[in-house]
């Protein structure tokens, strides 16, 4: 799960650049996913969230990231990935 993660991640980064904040680039929705990623794996290795839960929320990750990334629509994976996280109780 990570890993796709983090695959994700560095392909929605290699799409283009600019500055961060308004999740309208690459960076801002890789930082994004970097940051849910990284809750999810706390809340994992705390018990807040089981190992069956943690990746279903991945495959929702990814799934995103899927659906977004090929159009370089960073606003609405980011608004994607605030739905998943909320969602989650992350």
Known sequence: MAAAAALLTIALAACDGSAAGSCS??????????MLTD?????????????????EIGAQIMGAGSKFGSGKDHRSYCE???????????
């Open 39 to 55: 809750d999810l794996k706390a809340a994992q290795g705390t018990g807040k969230i089981e190992t069956t839960k943690a990746g």
């Open 25 to 34: 680039t690459a960076q801002d929705a890789a930082f994004k996913v970097t």
């Open 80 to 90: 994607a990935l605030d739905k998943i996280r909320r969602e989650a109780g992350l």
